[in-house]
């Protein structure tokens, strides 16, 4: 099993960036693909982004295409650079992680806690 811990959330203006990591424990980390979805207030957490096991693969949702980039370490590390940043973005951002395929997006079932990104216009 694996445990995930967000950060690097907080309070950036729009056109800014912002640089999520999350930290995974446990063990055999390189079996799990991982990915970033996020919720916004009274609306159901969506799919972001995710990545290969070996980082070499990634997916990404049609908003985010082209302004966001997932990657991750041989180690224990996955990143999700935001860059143009808009208020739409706004969410409480979670790290997940999946023992199926990067891409396929309903079967990520372990979680971090979430970290709040507020883009303010």
């Known amino acids: 099993q694996v445990q995930l811990v967000e950060s690097g959330g907080g309070l950036v203006q729009a056109g800014g960036s912002l640089t999520l990591s999350c930290a995974a424990s446990g063990r055999s980390f390189s079996n799990y693909a991982m990915g970033w979805f996020r919720q916004a207030p009274g609306k159901e957490r969506e799919f972001v982004a995710t990545v290969s096991r070996g980082g070499s693969n990634t997916y990404y949702a049609d908003s985010v295409k082209g302004r966001f980039t997932i990657s991750r370490t041989n180690a224990i590390t996955v990143y999700l650079q935001m860059n143009s940043l808009k208020p739409e973005d706004t969410a409480v951002y979670y790290c997940?992680?999946?023992?199926?395929?990067?891409?396929?997006?309903?079967?990520?079932?372990?979680w971090g806690q979430g970290t709040q990104v507020t883009v303010s216009s």
């Open positions: 997940s992680a999946s023992t199926g395929s990067y891409r396929s997006v309903r079967e990520y079932g372990y």
